[in-house]
């Protein structure tokens, strides 16, 4: 008898507990948890990503310095100088 009573205490007491554990909550709590974990994830992989693609561009390169006084406009990404005359004079 005093097992059987033992099994229905222990067994009370995880119910409450699973219960809790769905309470709206727990639920927000752990909801919360996960939402911040994912956009922690997110920014993580997107400063990884945007270190690829400025490597890759090599967008942190030091800009080349002017052969003469015309004047040029610079394309940022590949660094290609353009000249303002169009017409190839």
Do not use: C, H, W
Not at 22 to 39: E, H, I, K, Y
Not at 43 to 70: H, N, S, T, Y
């Amino acid at each position: 008898m005093s097992v059987g009573a033992g099994l229905g205490v222990y067994g009370m007491r995880r119910a409450t507990r699973f219960a809790r554990t769905l309470a709206p909550q727990s639920v927000a709590v752990r909801a919360g948890n996960r939402f911040r974990a994912f956009t922690r994830d997110v920014r993580v992989g997107m400063a990884d990503r945007e270190a690829q693609l400025r490597e890759a561009i090599e967008l942190d390169r030091v800009l080349p310095e002017p052969r003469d006084a015309r004047s040029r406009r610079v394309l940022r990404a590949r660094y290609t100088i353009i000249d303002d005359d169009k017409d190839g004079t």
